[in-house]
């Protein structure tokens, strides 16, 4: 099930149509630094399957908490939750429902983050979603976009959020809005001018690989062209004319700079293990990677136009007849209206998944994890799973990213008490699917008795 990072690679590549470009030598390679570039794309941390690193000497798996333990977040108190993390979510929506296969009857956990995939997966029409986060400022996006749903036209709402407009136009609609809570408006209110959607700690950070990496080199006319070419054959027109190498140095040092410089909280990389280098290093092959597949692929990807445009891609002189294919999937036109429709199933909890999980009797079907044991233990991760199986209905899934770490649940059969399954055919044809692959892979796991 779960392929060495290399062979998936592979297989992306040709399913792709471009294992020759992404291996070649003139894409990436840059001279003086000895790099190898087919290295520099598949040199990922793999780590070996946890089920394989936590059987006692008898050969049966070890109980991974006491019955009745109440579980802690391990990262929480570790974060800085003043600042606004994630103004977009860069974990991709078609997949994440794909992997669910939400029913009318289903109950959903979901992590907030910036509320783009809450929202994705109430148009699947479960009975009702629980978006957590133990991050009042991510709530508060949510909340925003959900007062936007109810009160604005779709028009208004691409102001308020940024995509549009001037930071005069923007706060004067915010400020219009009934439905958001006074808390969240005092919270929010000093990103409204400079544009919500843009305005995240990552969010930053990519404006800044924007300018020094690529309009640096390329300039913005020529990003434009590349996310609007129709066909592979002109995009990669464009990307062989880009001074690759340069591009990749400058990226590569920009990456290294996340860790050295706190571009994210040092409690994201606690159990990573990479130092500056090495993070860099990695992170500028799957950035280099994904630009090169996305120059072969014929639809359009609003997570690419983002990363590359901003919110340049929306002003007058870069309107395009297909829009809504630019925009996260809650902000497409029919969505958006259909949406006015189903807000009222969100509950919104400000907390930890393991203080939800605690709760008296709670009960779930479908979970959208996002990349949530990344930042645990291997103990805790497995307490975790254990955890979520406990409250699942038997038959219901949970979704997860893995990024840097490996992180799986140990198979029911070797506890030998209710736990998760991997869907392997699943998990890699969706990871394939992936329009953000920046992460190693994506994981869909069935509750079994």
Request: charged share 25%; aromatic share 10%.
């Amino acid at each position: 099930v779960h392929l060495p990072q290399i062979v998936r690679i592979f297989v992306r590549s040709v399913v792709d149509g471009c294992s020759k470009r992404i291996l070649d030598t003139r894409a990436i390679a840059s001279p003086g630094h000895g790099r190898d570039p087919a290295k520099q794309l598949c040199n990922y941390s793999v780590r070996p399957c946890l089920r394989s690193r936590r059987m006692s000497s008898g050969g049966r798996t070890e109980a991974a908490s006491a019955p009745g333990k109440k579980l802690e977040s391990e990262v929480q108190g570790n974060l800085d939750l003043s600042k606004l993390r994630y103004s977009m979510v860069w974990e991709d929506s078609t997949i994440l429902s794909s992997g669910l296969n939400i029913v009318p009857s289903d109950i959903v956990i979901s992590i907030t983050s910036a509320g783009d995939n809450v929202l994705r997966l109430l148009l699947d029409g479960p009975k009702k979603i629980i978006a957590v986060d133990f991050s009042p400022m991510q709530n508060a996006a949510l909340r925003l976009k959900i007062a936007a749903i109810k009160e604005l036209t779709r028009d208004q709402a691409l102001v308020v959020l940024g995509y549009r407009g001037t930071p005069e136009e923007r706060c004067e609609i915010f400020s219009s809005l009934k439905t958001l809570p006074a808390a969240d408006k005092a919270m929010l209110e000093g990103k409204i001018g400079e544009g919500l959607v843009m305005s995240g700690k990552l969010e930053k950070f990519f404006e800044t690989l924007r300018s020094e990496c690529f309009e640096r080199f390329t300039g913005k006319e020529s990003l434009k062209d590349f996310i609007l070419k129709r066909t592979p054959k002109e995009r990669l027109e464009i990307f062989e004319s880009w001074p690759q190498n340069a591009m990749f140095d400058v990226l590569w040092e920009h990456c290294m700079a996340v860790i050295s410089d706190g571009g994210r909280d040092s409690a994201q990389f606690k159990y990573v293990g990479m130092n500056p280098w090495q993070y860099g290093k990695t992170t500028a092959s799957r950035i280099t990677q994904y630009i090169l597949r996305e120059a072969q692929a014929c639809e359009p990807n609003h997570y690419l136009s983002a990363f590359l445009l901003g919110t340049d891609f929306f002003g007058e002189e870069f309107e395009t007849d297909d829009v809504d294919h630019h925009l996260p999937h809650f902000l497409w036109s029919y969505n958006f209206c259909q949406l006015a429709g189903l807000v009222d199933r969100i509950e919104i909890v400000t907390g930890s998944v393991e203080d939800l999980l605690s709760t008296p009797d709670f009960k779930f079907d479908k979970a959208n994890l996002s990349d949530i044991f990344e930042y645990m233990s291997d103990e805790a991760a497995q307490e975790l799973f254990q955890k979520l199986a406990d409250c699942c209905s038997t038959g219901g899934r949970i979704g997860l990213w893995n990024l840097w770490l490996s992180r799986y649940p140990v198979h029911p059969s070797q506890r030998q008490t209710r736990g998760f399954e991997v869907l392997g055919g699943n998990s890699i044809t969706l990871t394939l699917q992936d329009q953000i692959p920046l992460y190693q892979e994506f994981l869909v796991c069935e509750c079994m008795d």
